[in-house]
C-alpha cells in the first residue's frame, strides 16, 4: 500500500507570493494533520482535518489555510510569505480522530521563501 | 509547549542497546506515552507506545516508570541506521472534546549510532 504523498517535494517561492502544498493520504484514513518544521526544531502541528472538516489549529496567522476533499486528500495554502515560513511541511494521516491511532507522516514538502 | 524532557543528543556503538531517557513529569492519568523518530530529511516515524506497562514491537521496548513520570526507550541492537532524532510525546488515550489530537513534539533526542 502506498504511504502519505505529498507534492511538490520541493519549491522555491518569493516573499509576497502564494503556495498551495499538496497531500494524499493512506488510503482508508479520513484524517489528514499538517505541520510546519523549521530547522533544528520539531514539527509544529499547523491544522487537522477529519471528514472534510477542521477540527483544530495550532498558533499559526490566517495566512495558513487548508481543506480537505471528498477523497480525503488535503491541501494547504500560505498566503503572503514571509522569509520566516521557509521550512519543512508535513503531512500526516490516521485512520480516525480521537483515539490513539499512531499518526502516518509523509516525507513532506521543502519550502524556501527567498 | 511539550510536555516532556530529553537530552539533546547522545552516542551509541553500533550493535550496542541505545537507552533513550524522556522525562515527563506532568503527565496525565489518561495521557500515553509516544516515540517517534526522524531519520534526515524524512517524514517521522512511529515507533511505539504505552500507558503504563512495559511494551515491546519489532522495533523497540518501551520501559515506563512506575509511577509513570519517566520512560525509556530501548533500541536493542542498534545500527547505524537508527541514527536519527527520537522525540517523546505524551498524548490523551481519547480527544473526547471532538477538538484537534495534533502531536506535541519538542526538540527530541539526536541519537548517533557510531560504527
Known amino acids: 500500500d502506498a504511504g502519505v504523498t505529498q507534492s511538490p517535494t520541493h519549491l522555491i517561492k518569493t516573499r509576497g507570493q502564494q503556495v498551495t502544498l499538496r497531500c494524499s493520504p493512506i488510503s482508508g484514513h479520513k484524517s489528514v494533520s499538517w505541520y510546519q518544521q523549521v530547522l533544528g526544531q520539531g514539527p509544529q502541528f499547523i491544522f487537522q482535518y477529519y471528514e472534510k472538516e477542521e477540527r483544530g489549529r495550532g498558533n499559526f496567522p490566517d495566512r495558513f489555510s487548508a481543506r480537505q476533499f471528498p477523497n480525503y486528500s488535503s491541501e494547504l495554502n500560505v498566503n503572503a510569505l514571509l522569509l520566516g515560513d521557509s521550512a519543512l511541511y508535513l503531512c500526516?494521516?490516521?485512520?480516525?480522530?480521537?483515539?490513539?491511532?499512531?499518526?502516518?507522516f509523509g516525507q513532506g514538502t521543502r519550502l524556501t521563501v527567498v | 509547549d511539550a510536555k516532556t524532557t530529553q537530552p539533546p543528543s547522545m552516542d551509541c556503538a553500533e550493535g550496542r542497546a541505545a537507552n533513550l531517557p524522556c522525562n515527563h513529569s506532568t503527565i496525565s492519568g489518561n495521557e500515553y506515552v509516544y516515540w517517534y523518530r526522524q531519520i534526515h530529511s524524512q517524514g517521522p516515524q512511529y515507533i511505539i507506545h504505552g500507558l503504563k506497562n512495559n511494551e515491546t514491537n519489532e522495533m523497540a521496548s518501551l520501559i515506563i516508570t512506575e509511577d509513570r513520570k519517566s520512560s525509556t526507550l530501548i533500541l536493542p541492537h542498534a545500527t547505524l541506521r537508527d541514527t536519527a532524532v527520537y522525540y517523546c510525546i505524551v498524548r490523551p488515550l481519547y480527544n473526547s472534546g471532538g477538538g484537534a489530537d495534533g502531536l506535541t513534539f519538542g526538540k527530541g533526542t539526536h541519537l548517533i549510532i557510531q560504527p
Open positions: 500526516a494521516s490516521s485512520y480516525r480522530q480521537g483515539t490513539n491511532t499512531e499518526a502516518f
